[in-house]
């Protein structure tokens, strides 16, 4: 994919989810740190999508890992701001996590 096809992509798929947790959290920090997580974190994985997608034994390891450790995360960050779900700091956590990833397979390629 093209750079600039994929940094449009990114884009357009970052405003969407900032557009949805808009509707219901109106916090500018939050919604700014969600738009950038996720706007860098989908421009680095749409680079390399094989070590995404790709159906390995090893990488079917490293991913049911990483998905477990990413729901862990995003629901404790999203239960512990207060008594009640707090859906934002989920969909930034998810967002931190993707863009954790992103880095890993960046540094590792």
Same mark, same amino acid.
């Given at each position: 994919?093209?750079?600039?096809?994929?940094?449009?992509? !990114?884009?357009?798929?970052?405003g969407?989810?900032? !557009? &949805?947790?808009?509707? /219901?959290? $109106? @916090?500018?920090?939050?919604?700014a740190?969600?738009?950038?997580?996720y706007?860098? !974190?989908?421009?680095?994985?749409?680079?390399y999508?094989?070590?995404?997608?790709? @159906? /390995?034994?090893?990488?079917?390891? *490293?991913?049911?890992?990483?998905?477990a450790?990413?729901?862990?995360?995003?629901? @404790?960050?999203s239960?512990?701001?207060? *008594? /009640?779900? $707090?859906?934002? !700091?989920?969909?930034?956590g998810? &967002?931190?996590?993707?863009?954790g990833? &992103?880095? &890993?397979?960046?540094? *590792? /390629?």
């Amino acid at each position: 994919m093209r750079r600039f096809t994929r940094y449009l992509v !990114a884009l357009g798929i970052a405003g969407a989810i900032t !557009a &949805g947790v808009a509707t /219901e959290y $109106h @916090s500018v920090i939050l919604l700014a740190g969600i738009f950038q997580v996720y706007t860098v !974190a989908i421009a680095i994985l749409l680079r390399y999508p094989a070590l995404l997608w790709d @159906s /390995e034994n090893e990488n079917r390891w *490293a991913s049911g890992v990483f998905s477990a450790g990413l729901t862990f995360g995003a629901l @404790s960050l999203s239960q512990g701001l207060g *008594a /009640e779900f $707090h859906f934002g !700091a989920g969909v930034l956590g998810f &967002g931190l996590a993707l863009f954790g990833l &992103g880095c &890993g397979i960046w540094v *590792a /390629e």
